[in-house]
């Protein structure tokens, strides 16, 4: 998911932007005097300045964090950008992985999914409906099971009943697995194949064949690539979004995505 910074975590950077403060004050070419030269007397002096300027104007502090936190945004951006395009085959035009909405879409919206991950859950109806009222998104789903043995187990399963059944049943069951609360298990498995009137006992017998375990394994191997370590992830265009995003957040990246 994605969240704001904790307040841990943004004390922590203040602290960092202080000293970065500090640095740049020292290096400044206005000062009349070398700070390597400094006794000790005239360094604690110029220390006591500095922190009763901060406390002064903690503002300055703030205002540090976020200039920090822009720069370290547009790197992130720029290097997501990069591994995008190297990986773009895998990502978007992978025969392994389903995909939907519109084949002919303008836009291609990929979504790194685990069924036991409650984010997956809650942005599922929201990309449902973007999709939906959009009418113009190609969408592409990527098994991505990190939660433990339940996950893996459902993309097992998912999978088998794709390679066995096709497109349409697949994405029935990818509904199912997601809407699911109760554990995942091969005999559950085995009674939702029945319910959907598929052949359960061959979707059960070919969860573990190695054509299974190769989907999982390049996808594994893809996010790692990527360097995707959650869920949901989504890839639009040349943005990696790593965690859950509203949809009013959806609608804006693909907006965007259109406009870039």
């Known amino acids: 998911m994605t969240?704001?910074?904790?307040?841990?975590?943004?004390?922590?950077?203040?602290?960092a932007a202080a000293a970065s403060l500090s640095l740049a004050l020292v290096a400044a070419p206005a000062l009349a005097f070398d700070v390597t030269k400094m006794s000790d007397a005239e360094r604690a002096a110029f220390q006591a300045e500095v922190r009763a300027?901060?406390?002064?104007?903690?503002?300055?502090i703030m205002e540090a964090v976020a200039v920090l936190e822009n720069r370290q945004a547009v790197e992130q951006?720029?290097?997501?950008?990069?591994?995008?395009?190297?990986?773009?085959?895998?990502i978007f035009q992978d025969p392994a992985s389903w995909v939907g909405g519109n084949l002919n879409g303008d836009v291609t919206l990929v979504e790194f999914v685990d069924y036991r991950c409650g984010y997956c859950k809650k942005a599922h109806d929201e990309v449902a409906e973007l999709i939906a009222s959009d009418g113009n998104?190609?969408?592409?789903?990527?098994?991505?099971?990190?939660?433990?043995?339940?996950?893996?187990l459902a993309s097992r399963f998912a999978i088998a009943v794709r390679q066995i059944a096709g497109d349409?049943?697949?994405?029935a069951m990818h509904?199912?697995?997601i809407e699911r609360?109760?554990?995942?298990?091969?005999?559950?498995?085995?009674?939702?194949?029945v319910e959907a009137g598929l052949n359960a006992e061959a979707v059960l017998a070919r969860m573990d064949s190695p054509e299974v375990t190769a989907v999982i394994a390049a996808n594994h191997a893809l996010a790692q690539r990527l360097q995707i370590n959650g869920t949901p992830t989504f890839v639009v265009k040349d943005r990696l979004v790593r965690g859950y995003?509203?949809?009013?957040g959806m609608t804006q990246l693909v907006a965007e995505a259109r406009v870039e």
């Open 3 to 15: 969240r704001s910074l904790s307040d841990a975590t943004r004390l922590s950077r203040a602290f």
């Open 53 to 60: 300027y901060l406390l002064e104007n903690p503002q300055v």
């Open 77 to 90: 951006a720029k290097g997501d950008a990069d591994l995008l395009q190297v990986n773009a085959q895998d």
């Open 137 to 152: 998104i190609r969408f592409v789903l990527k098994e991505f099971p990190i939660l433990g043995d339940d996950s893996v």
């Open 168 to 171: 349409d049943a697949y994405k």
């Open 175 to 177: 509904d199912a697995l």
């Open 181 to 193: 609360k109760g554990p995942i298990s091969p005999q559950a498995l085995g009674g939702m194949a």
């Open 245 to 248: 995003v509203p949809l009013e």
